[in-house]
């Protein structure tokens, strides 16, 4: 699980469905949400992202449903028999990814090297408004 401590920035409501956007460092990411109870513009907060959620795409041009395209940097990887866990720095902070091992291999991942993050607005919720 990664823990992403972000500053919102805009909230769209309709009914009871919510986008909600954030910023970290100089990069934004987005949430959809039902029912949101107590955040406003302004709020610092941790959010919660599942590793088997995050995506790798590396040299990637083109346009995508994905609403986060991160700028993240390969911090370190650790490769098992089926599956790689890869620890992503996303402006300081951990972005960690889990990718089978085939994926893993395609990618040709090496240490230090920028790739794009991707990750479903929906697979992102907010663990805790920080005081």
Do not use: W, Y
């Not at 994905?66 to 996303?90: I, P, S, T």
């Amino acid at each position: 699980m990664s823990q992403i401590k972000a500053v919102i920035c805009d909230i769209l409501s309709s009914s009871s469905i919510n986008i909600v956007r954030f910023r970290h460092g100089k990069q934004m990411l987005a949430m959809i949400s039902l029912g949101l109870k107590n955040i406003k513009t302004g709020d610092e907060v941790i959010l919660n992202i599942k590793s088997s959620h995050v995506g790798i795409a590396k040299n990637f041009e083109g346009i995508l449903s994905f609403e986060n395209l991160l700028d993240a940097k390969v911090k370190e990887f650790d490769k098992g028999k089926m599956l790689c866990v890869v620890k992503l720095d996303f402006e300081g902070e951990i972005l960690e990814s889990i990718l089978t091992r085939d994926t893993f291999d395609k990618l040709l991942l090496k240490k230090g090297e920028m790739v794009k993050a991707l990750i479903l607005a929906s697979e992102i919720s907010i663990q805790k408004v920080l005081p």
